[in-house]
């Protein structure tokens, strides 16, 4: 029930494409939801975190697509660039029970071709 | 310097030999975690600091032992460790506000320290 399964776990895409990663859970305690993306000998870098009472949120190129009833939440890299090639790792928060704890998934290698 | 800053980035080690890796947040954030990252695994939790009083210790053996003087400084004393303890170990930060039910606040990591050992 703690786990977080995310999918595909190494993706490529065309320069101009769209990435799409998927993550998945089973705790609906689970309140806030937040993507990081790594770029190697550099630690997680927050991109952009939804709340489950929304069922989008965009930042630029960026787009998470929330489905509640799913238990699905996705990362969706418009217009893809070779500088987005990176690990990206979805991320769930437990409503409060005295800590703070995330549940990260496995991770996604993107590469972004030229 | 700002954010989180670990040092060092790379450390070489015996399996007998004590070392410590350090964590500095330049955020003002009262809350500090330690994090083992491996290959093809979901970060590991291992230890959180709620206002310099650990919350949460993730049945991590004891060989790992971390402190934490005060909200800004973290630090993991390593000593007697093993081959699978080779990983990056991540520093993160993060602020825990009273009443906000803990929605929002994101955390902050590190670079990391690479650690082997041999």
């Known amino acids: 029930q703690q786990q977080v399964k995310q999918s595909p776990q190494s993706l490529i895409v065309q320069k101009g494409g769209i990435s799409i990663i998927n993550c998945a859970y089973e705790n609906t305690a689970f309140d806030y939801f937040p993507w990081y993306q790594q770029f190697p000998g550099k630690g997680p870098a927050l991109l952009i975190a939804i709340r489950p009472d929304v069922s989008e949120k965009k930042e630029g190129r960026f787009t998470i697509s929330f489905n509640k009833s799913a238990k699905q939440f996705s990362l969706h890299i418009m217009d893809s660039q070779p500088g987005d090639s990176a690990t990206y790792f979805c991320?769930?928060?437990?409503?409060?029970?005295?800590?703070?704890?995330?549940?990260f998934g496995t991770g996604t290698r993107l590469k972004v071709l030229a | 310097e700002t954010g989180v800053t670990q040092t060092p980035r790379h450390l070489v080690m015996g399996m007998t030999n004590k070392k410590s890796l350090k964590c500095e947040q330049h955020?003002?954030?009262?809350?500090m975690y330690w994090y083992k990252q491996s290959a093809k695994k979901p970060l590991e939790l291992m230890f959180v600091?709620?206002?310099?009083?650990?919350?949460e210790n993730n049945s991590v053996p004891s060989r790992f032992s971390p402190e934490c003087p005060n909200s800004s400084h973290l630090f993991l004393h390593l000593h007697t460790l093993q081959p699978e303890d080779s990983a990056l170990y991540l520093c993160a930060s993060s602020q825990v506000i009273s009443g906000d039910r803990g929605r929002g606040q994101p955390q902050h990591f590190g670079d990391g320290t690479r650690l082997s050992i041999l």
């Open positions: 955020l003002g954030h009262n809350a």
């Open positions: 600091y709620n206002f310099k009083e650990q919350t």
């Open positions: 991320a769930a928060k437990a409503r409060p029970s005295g800590t703070y704890k995330y549940i």
